[in-house]
């Protein structure tokens, strides 16, 4: 999975949007960022910025846009609703994908570091990036504002983090740290009571009721309120999910459920505000799915249809995944342009006269194909009736299988990548001595990529024969035959992927290496001829029991 993080500054400056513009543009420049949500604020004089891409990316824009707020912000004539210390007020960043939040916080350090090594900006950390608790929140370390901080920030007790102890007059301070991905979100109420709606919101929000005595609501994590929304003519709770890992999505909506039902409402839907991560919403499918006792093994995208309808997403307005997920904004689509042609075009592309997609992208087809049969058969296993007291054990096989043919549908794609790599590399220059050497390194390693790529298509394949097989055995006898063909595909993926190991590692200088891949292979490969055979004596014992 490719690593992500994602960054929300929140610069002081909202009515002039000229400076707004000139500090986004130092964000959009920034190669591997992308520009998500600009949100200027005029009462609160106040821009929220999100934006993401790789954390090296990230924390480059991030850097550049302090920089350029701390040359057009002035906060001695700054004036705002919102509290503030400084003109880049806070910048936190947030884990997306393959990077976990310590790797996260080690990158709000740097960057802090060098925001007040560059910039003689005053930095403090925040949340996970702050090891000091009495410090990690922001609100304790901007209390006292901007007007405060000329005394604050001469405590021992506040010295920054990073940077000088004394206060810019025109920059301010800035926090920067790392934290969990802020969800807000509003789920609608059958009532235009705003004190009714206000009740479910204490009964759940974290902080819960302060009078007559304090009790706290049963949600970790949610900030709520209700309010009426006069477009809609109806009450909803307001809410921030400020750790979804703790409280996801779908368990705040089934616990105002409960609370609402309880005060004699109903909810009728809910409704999104902003970006949301991938997880949260396939992990709403799954609970749903589970909830029904249905299996869980189906597509990315037959989850988010579940966890939109069972959710009321699109109750208020057309709820489209393309450009509510913050994954999907952020994907390379050239890096799945072979799987999002229709079949026609995909075999049409094959039988062009370009050499891509070639027998490595077939074979990984082959193999998506091969244990999509095998999900096939567990899903419908799963969901025979009289077989309900076997469904969970269907439903991981499924889940299973499909996790397998997402990965091998990837390499569809990347087969064709990787033969596209070495083409770039025979086209390098090669005037000089320093070049030719560059080439063949570039070469080599383009080379070796490309082997590996089908060798990870054969592993694939022939971990999905093991599920295959199990469903040739104990699956629906009805759909005996499509477990057959599953290993007949698999088995294919194995043989036709290694044969592109094989040639592939041919070209590489370091014999060592290519015989290593090479062995690798022909252990899978016998491997997948044996399971196979015992596949085929499965299916036709069942289909011919006598």
Not at 103 to 117: D, N, S
């Amino acid at each position: 999975m490719e690593r992500l993080i994602e960054c929300v500054p929140n610069f002081s400056e909202g009515q002039n949007l000229h400076v707004i513009k000139q500090i986004t543009d130092e964000i959009e420049k920034t190669e591997g960022v992308h520009l998500l949500n600009v949100d200027p604020g005029k009462d609160t004089n106040r821009t929220v910025v999100t934006f993401a891409g790789t954390p090296e990316a990230v924390c480059e824009a991030a850097f550049l846009a302090i920089k350029k707020a701390s040359e057009l912000i002035d906060m001695s004539r700054h004036q705002g609703k919102h509290p503030r210390m400084g003109a880049t007020d806070v910048c936190p960043l947030i884990p997306v994908s393959g990077i976990s939040m310590e790797e996260t916080a080690e990158f709000a350090k740097k960057l802090g570091k060098r925001v007040a090594t560059e910039l003689g900006i005053p930095v403090y950390l925040y949340e996970h990036a702050q090891t000091n608790p009495a410090r990690s929140n922001l609100s304790v370390i901007r209390a006292g504002e901007y007007e405060g901080f000329f005394k604050k920030i001469k405590q021992a007790e506040w010295k920054p983090d990073f940077g000088p102890a004394e206060f810019p007059v025109r920059s301010g301070a800035t926090v920067i740290g790392a934290r969990e991905f802020l969800v807000a979100y509003n789920i609608n109420l059958n009532t235009t009571s705003v004190r009714r709606a206000n009740a479910v919101a204490f009964d759940v929000r974290e902080a819960g009721r302060m009078k007559p005595t304090p009790m706290p609501g049963t949600l970790k994590c949610v900030k709520a309120i209700g309010w009426y929304i006069e477009e809609y003519g109806i009450a909803q709770l307001s809410m921030n999910l400020t750790n979804t890992s703790i409280t996801p999505v779908h368990i705040a909506f089934e616990e105002v459920c409960k609370k609402a039902n309880e005060r004699g409402m109903r909810v009728t839907g809910s409704e999104l505000v902003g970006l949301i991560p991938l997880q949260s919403l396939l992990d709403a499918g799954i609970y749903f799915l589970k909830k029904q006792q249905r299996s869980i093994g189906v597509s990315e995208k037959e989850l988010i249809k579940i966890a939109i309808k069972s959710l009321g997403l699109s109750e208020l307005g057309s709820f489209k995944p393309e450009e509510r997920i913050l994954e999907y904004l952020l994907q390379d689509k050239s890096r799945s342009r072979l799987v999002n042609m229709t079949l026609e075009n995909f075999v049409n592309e094959t039988a062009s006269e370009s050499p891509a997609p070639g027998g490595g992208s077939i074979s990984a087809y082959i193999g998506a194909l091969g244990i999509a049969l095998g999900t096939m058969v567990a899903n419908l296993s799963a969901h025979k009736p009289g077989w309900d007291e076997r469904w969970e054990e269907f439903s991981n096989w499924a889940e299973k299988g499909q996790k397998l043919q997402s990965a091998l549908l990837k390499l569809v794609d990347e087969d064709t990548l990787a033969f596209n790599k070495i083409m770039a590399a025979f086209g390098l220059p090669k005037t000089s001595e320093d070049e030719v050497r560059y080439r063949n390194q570039v070469i080599q390693d383009a080379t070796r990529y490309a082997t590996e790529v089908p060798l990870k298509v054969m592993e694939l394949s022939f971990q999905a024969m093991p599920i295959i097989k199990a469903m040739a055995e104990t699956g629906n006898p009805n759909s005996v035959t499509d477990a057959g063909v599953g290993a007949l595909c698999a088995r294919s993926a194995v043989i036709g992927a290694y044969l592109n190991v094989k040639v592939n590692a041919g070209s590489l200088t370091d014999k060592s290496v290519a015989v290593s891949l090479i062995n690798k292979g022909a252990a899978i490969e016998m491997n997948a001829k044996l399971l196979e055979h015992e596949i085929l004596e499965t299916v036709n014992k069942r289909l011919n029991p006598s």
